[in-house]
């Protein structure tokens, strides 16, 4: 790790299918999230990244938290580690399970537009040709 708490570039320099660690390795076997809740725009914080993991928790793990001490969206996190979505989201929902992590979803439904005025501005959009 660097002083700047990111993680260092060359612990995941190798690109993901050359690692010697397959995807079911680092997720303990488990192909699902124990959250259905943390989707790719979920961001996430380290609540007190000073926290000292479990001596169990695995570079992966120790990364993401690292990397959480600021606000970070799970696919961001993805895109650093240059692990898979589906592999980050296993690991980030054990550690907000654990309490290692925050989970903040983004924008409420409904701060959302309305689908009506959306097909309007399409509409108007398409007209402009």
Do not use: K, W
């Not at 980050?88 to 009506?116: E, N």
């Amino acid at each position: 790790m660097s002083g700047s708490g990111e993680p260092d570039r060359h612990q995941f320099s190798q690109p993901f299918g050359a690692r010697p660690l397959r995807p079911y390795v680092i997720t303990r076997g488990r192909a699902r999230a124990t959250r259905n809740t943390v989707g790719v725009e979920t961001l996430l914080i380290a609540p007190d990244p000073t926290r000292e993991l479990p001596v169990t928790a695995s570079r992966e793990e120790r990364a993401l938290v690292r990397m959480c001490g600021r606000l970070l969206s799970l696919v961001e996190a993805a895109a650093h580690l240059d692990l898979p979505v589906s592999l980050v989201s296993v690991l980030a929902s054990d550690l907000i399970d654990a309490g290692y992590l925050t989970a903040r979803s983004g924008a409420p439904r409904q701060a959302a537009p309305d689908s009506q005025l959306l097909q309007e501005v399409l509409h108007g959009l398409r007209g402009i040709r």
